[in-house]
Every structure is written in C-alpha cells, then in structure tokens.
C-alpha cells in the first residue's frame, strides 16, 4: 500500500511508519522537519499542515491507499487538511486520544461514551487539549469523503517516548540510592506500547475499517510497584523506593503526572484514568505486548543517549528535581 503519515518523525508517529515499512508499505511523510529526523526509507514531504499552499503542495498529483494523521490538534486545520485529501486516498485514520472523551477522567470512559462538544471548526484556543482532538473527530467525519477510522489510545509508553514519562523514571532510577515513590505500590496500572497502538491501527486501516475505538493495555497489566521495579531491574540499580503516601506528597506541593510522572493523588481521575474499556479493541484483534517488554525495550534505546541530551517531555519537562526530592524524602522520614 502507499500509505501517508502527518507526522511521522516523533513518538507515536515513527512507530506507524515503522510498522508500515516493516509491512512492505511505500511511506509518505508530511511534517515541518524540524523536531526529528525523518525515518529512512520514506519519501519525505516537508511542510506545515496549517500553511493551506503547503497541504496544495503535498496533494498535487500524489494519492495513497490510506492516509493515517499522527499530529491533528487543532480542528479548523484538520478539517481544511481532511478536505483538500479527499479524493487522494479511499481511507484516513485519525490517531485521537482518550481524553477526548466527555468528562474523563472524572468519569470512567467506555465504548459508549460520548466525546466533548467542540466545533469542527473550532481553533486553538476554543478548548483543551481532549476538546479539541474532540472537535478533530469531528473535522475529519465532516471533511473526508471516504472512510474514517478514529483510535483513541490511552496512555502510550515504550521506545523513542517523547513525553518522556517511562524515560525519565527510567533515568532517575538508574542512579540508585533512595527513590520516591508515590502513594501505593499496588495500585493498578494500563499501559500499552506505541508499537502496539501502530500494529493495531495499521491492521484496521489496511483493511479499509469504518469506526472508532479506545486502544490501551488491559486494566491492570501491571502495578506501580511492579512498574518501578521492571525499571530498577533493565537499569541494575540498587535504588530503594520509599513509597510516600498521596496527602503528604500533596501537603508538599509534587506536582501530579508531571513531577512524578503517571501518579495521581485524586482518588476518581486515578481510578478511571486507569480502568479505560478496552473489549472493542480487543475484540477486534488489539494485542499488547507484556509490559516488561516496554521497559526492557525503552531502557535499551535510551542508555545510548547521554544524559546531558535526554528530553524529559516535548511540551513539559517531567520529572521532580532532586533538591526537592530530597527535601520530601527527608520531611517523610523524620514525620
């Protein structure tokens, strides 16, 4: 298949192309080629999607088999890009996010839940970032005259993380000594691998697929204890983990899902953010590798980076810093 992929060169979008390449695949990409290399082996394509010459000069005479749309944020630009690639390819997925889902994750998101109001036509400043993948949805039903797939993922981990959520633990753990940890050990996790999300969305897209579905690991592939010990064991650190309970770490100002990355303190975000329906997807064929793979494979692409040029996040920086670490640890043991 000819298959175009808008992005292509980062997280998520490298594991599509890679997976497409790997299927025999002729890859298109169309990005700005600023942020990373392209991948060998496709045909890029530099420009920017919300530049309407550009997206002209990307469609005139090209077509595809199937299109595949990494990097949609905002709705007005999505729509004008779904519009002027009708009619150069039979197929476009749109690669959406859970968050999309109305009121997650204040409420458990399910098959039938419905997405947040937002315009097709809306622009950057008209919602979140779930609002707005919302109003992508809906860009792309509305502008593309073909078939439609939207993929919801969940959390996605694994190698080339951009986030860098798995990447910083990864690294803060490899330094040993006295690590903190979050609230409970045993607290259930979902996780899933980019390299799944691309197997899954590749599979439904070569074969023309017209629907929608929310694509995670199961409900409790693994726990956060479990999680952090499969990263101290790939490291061969000798660090101990003091588990600190949620109020303390609150009354101390760590900051969730960004200072310690995939902890939440709230009792209703943390338990639904982490029980997302995945019976659609799997019945429909989604598989997911085990969750020590993850780890073992994203510790082996990042120990080759030195430390000094780790990106801990491509919009925030993740991770606590070490001073405050320490601080926190000292205030939990002398309580």
């Known amino acids: 298949m000819r298959v175009l992929v808008l992005g ?22 169309f990005n700005r080629g600023q942020s990373n290399p392209d991948v060998p082996g496709v045909e890029p394509i530099h420009g920017d999607r919300g530049v309407t010459a550009d997206l ?26 779904a519009r002027l690639l009708s009619g150069h390819a039979p197929g476009y997925v749109f690669i959406s996010t859970v968050s999309a889902v109305k009121d997650f994750p204040d409420k458990p998101a399910t098959d039938e839940s419905d997405i947040w109001d937002c315009a097709p036509d809306a622009g ?59 609230g409970e050990p045993d607290r259930p996790m979902q996780l ?22 929310m694509v995670t690991g199961p409900a409790g592939n693994t726990t956060y204890g479990a999680w952090l010990e499969l990263c101290k064991q790939v490291t061969g650190s000798d660090a101990e983990f003091v588990w ?16 310690l990355p995939l902890w939440a303190a709230d009792e209703a ?9 995945t019976a659609k997807a ?20 990042l120990r080759h980076i030195p430390e ?21 640890l000292a205030a939990w043991a002398s309580r």
């Open 8 to 29: 292509g060169s980062g997280f998520l979008g490298r594991a599509i192309v890679e997976e497409s390449l790997a299927r025999g695949h002729q890859v298109t990409t």
């Open 56 to 81: 002209e000069r990307l469609v005139d005479g090209r077509s595809w088999d199937l299109v595949i749309d990494v990097n949609g944020y905002v709705p007005r630009v999505v729509g004008e890009t």
């Open 124 to 182: 950057p400043d008209d919602g979140d970032y779930g609002v707005l993948k919302a109003g992508c949805e809906r860009a792309v039903e509305e502008g593309f005259d073909g078939n439609v797939l939207i993929v919801q993922p969940g959390l996605i981990l694994g190698p080339y993380e951009n986030v860098a959520r798995l990447p910083w633990w990864l690294t803060r753990i490899s330094h040993g000594g006295q690590v903190l940890a979050p």
């Open 192 to 213: 899933i691998d980019a390299r799944d999300v691309a197997a899954f969305t590749l599979d439904h897209g070569e074969k023309g697929t017209r629907d929608r579905f």
């Open 244 to 259: 600190v309970e949620d109020d303390f770490l609150k009354e101390h100002e760590v900051g969730e899902f960004v200072e």
């Open 269 to 277: 975000t943390r338990d639904n953010f982490w029980a997302i329906s």
């Open 282 to 301: 799997e019945a429909a064929g989604l598989r997911v590798r085990p969750v020590a793979e993850m780890v073992r494979d994203t510790w082996e692409w």
């Open 308 to 328: 000094d040029e780790r990106v801990y996040g491509s919009r925030m920086r993740h991770g606590i810093a070490p001073d405050k670490e320490a601080t926190v």
